[in-house]
């Protein structure tokens, strides 16, 4: 258990006849980049919570680095954390609140600190209450990022970001594993934890549905074909790559394509096609459709 940077076992939290997490058993390793994706209401911020000793496990146990999650003293020396609601002292600016955090912290890299307040854009002169709710994220993640703490906890950090400071925000996650910290992303955008995480837990309903690496999650892509014909319906059975073919109203066949479409092709063009729309589902959407197949098996 000592090896994992954050360990759980049979980590369960009930609020009364609620069960937000159920038997969590998870280890994430030092230099990985977890991503613990899962709906709104799943149990990531309960799972943090408890993760950090913010929270008080029903059952089971955590630990950081080997330290048991309850002793909030000597395992918050081991981390960094942004929470999904970021709080500032609204009096103080920016600049004062990164410095006092600075002080307080697992030991931070100023020069980098810098550079991470100009690429994220933010203005650090102005006091904490004047910022929006993007600004006080980025404050704490740059806070973050600057620390040298083996392990950074971020619930949710980028909610409120726009694209571009989504982008400076997967450049330092990806930083940050190439100086060999640990990151656990917490988040509900696939695309997000498929461009910069090794391996994915899925939760859902307070369960960890599986446990995949981001190669896993690719071999799930496919797309959804409508075509739209005049005279005889085409015949995909049979046809390699094809499933769930299904008419889909008059002169409309819908169907899924999970391999290269030549065969597909092929067969279509026996047939009088008048449209062809391909939608690619969000890998979300696919991941939560398989794994919610197999969880309920
Ligand atoms: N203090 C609390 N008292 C009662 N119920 C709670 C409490 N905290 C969380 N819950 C419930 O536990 C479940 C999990 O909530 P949690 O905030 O962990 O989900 P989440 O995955 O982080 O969701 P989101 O993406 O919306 O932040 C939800 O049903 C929530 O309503």
């Not at 002292?89 to 697992?106: N, S, V």
């Not at 995949?212 to 999650?217: F, K, M, N, P, V």
């Not at 939608?279 to 459709?289: A, G, Q, V, Y």
């Amino acid at each position: 258990m000592t090896d994992s940077a954050l360990c759980a076992v049979q980590l369960t939290k009930r609020y009364g006849r609620l069960t937000a997490l159920d038997a969590l058993d998870l280890d994430v390793l030092p230099g990985e980049v977890f991503g613990f994706l899962g709906p709104n209401g799943a149990g990531k911020s309960t799972t943090i919570r408890l993760l950090l000793g913010l929270a008080r496990p029903t059952a089971g146990r955590a630990e950081v680095f080997g330290v048991d999650a309850a002793d909030v003293a000597r395992a918050h020396g081991h981390l960094a954390y942004v929470p999904a609601d970021v709080a500032l002292w609204p009096q103080l600016t920016g600049a004062e609140i990164l410095h006092l955090q600075a002080r307080t912290g697992p030991g931070t890299d100023v020069a980098y600190r810098d550079e991470l307040v100009e690429r994220f854009a933010l203005d650090v002169s102005k006091p904490a209450r004047t910022y929006s709710t993007g600004n006080r994220q980025k404050v704490a993640l740059v806070a973050a990022f600057a620390t040298r703490a083996p392990l950074l906890v971020l619930d949710e950090p980028t909610s409120g970001l726009d694209p571009l400071m989504e982008h400076e925000f997967r450049t330092a996650v990806r930083q940050a594993r190439d100086r060999g910290q640990t990151v656990f992303l917490s988040s509900h955008q696939l695309a997000e934890v498929e461009a910069v995480c090794d391996r994915v837990g899925i939760l859902r309903a307070g369960r960890l549905v599986e446990v995949a690496t981001i190669s896993d999650l690719r071999g799930l892509r496919r797309s959804e074909v409508t075509i739209s014909y005049t005279g005889t319906a085409p015949d995909l059975t049979m046809i390699p790559g094809v499933a769930a073919v299904q008419p889909a109203g008059d002169g409309q066949l819908q169907f899924t394509l999970t391999a290269a479409p030549a065969p597909a092709l092929r067969a279509l063009a026996a047939v009088d096609v008048t449209a062809l729309a391909v939608r690619e589902p969000s890998l979300e959407e696919i991941f939560l459709d398989y794994y919610g197949e197999q969880a309920s098996r």
